[in-house]
């Protein structure tokens, strides 16, 4: 199976410290996405890393992908309560048309 | 900025029914996705549709389900004699392309079968 893992599971940092987050995966990829989720709410889309990229910045998040490990990590710098969520990657497979979630790393951020 | 959007937001029924779930994706993309949550679990695809058939589609996909975009604008995912492990939340998504190109996901439909 494709679908990935994320470690940790779970996640409880004080707010204004650095959450690191990891994903890995078994087959080739196109690309990996980090969403984030909300309790009972949507994935929202938070960054993109292409296959031949291997770091990319959006605000106080940072990704790096490592194709020859398969995994990926998920920095987020200066955590904010808000902040708290479920995260999870998913990979565009290179064969297929769908896209393989992780497991999710469940984030607090405590005030 | 533009969304997809899903309705309803929660839908109840009782088992054995028909539900329909919308989603309204994104104007300009050309695949679109439906995947599910059970609660506390992972995120599942369901199926893929492209060019107005499906393209690809997992073992949870069988014949009580069935996607459809009948009007240029909506693409919706059927679900024939609900059970109640179908209870779960839906997710609808659509991207401009298929890979690397994000995808973007709606707010969901909280299925619950009684």
């Known amino acids: 199976s494709q679908q990935g893992e994320e470690d940790p599971q779970a996640l409880s940092i004080q707010e204004g410290e650095n959450a690191t987050m990891n994903c890995s995966y078994k087959t080739s990829i196109n690309n990996l996405q980090w969403y984030r989720q909300n309790s009972g709410r949507g994935l929202v889309h938070l960054i993109l890393?292409?296959?031949?990229?291997r770091e990319k910045h959006s605000g106080r998040l940072r990704v790096t992908l490592d194709t020859s490990k398969k995994s990926s990590s998920l920095l987020i710098t200066a955590s904010r309560a808000a902040d708290t969520a479920s995260y999870f990657c998913?990979?565009?497979?290179?064969?297929?048309?769908?896209?393989?979630f992780g497991t999710g790393t469940s984030l607090t951020v405590i005030p | 900025e533009p969304e997809v959007t899903q309705t309803p937001s929660h839908q109840v029924t009782q088992m054995g029914q028909e539900v329909i779930l919308r989603c309204v994706p994104i104007s300009n993309h050309l695949y679109f996705y439906w995947y599910r949550q059970i609660l506390g679990q992972k995120v599942e695809f369901l199926v893929s549709f492209y060019n107005n058939e499906i393209s690809e589609k997992s073992e949870i996909f069988d014949d009580q389900f069935s996607v459809e975009r009948p009007d240029g604008s909506n693409f919706t995912l059927k679900i024939r004699s609900t059970k109640l492990e179908d209870s779960a939340m839906y997710f609808c998504?659509?991207?401009?392309?298929?890979?690397?190109?994000?995808?973007?996901f709606g707010q969901g439909t909280r299925l619950t079968v009684v």
């Open positions: 890393i292409r296959s031949n990229e």
């Open positions: 998913a990979t565009d497979a290179m064969a297929g048309n769908q896209f393989y």
């Open positions: 998504a659509s991207s401009q392309l298929h890979g690397n190109t994000e995808a973007f």
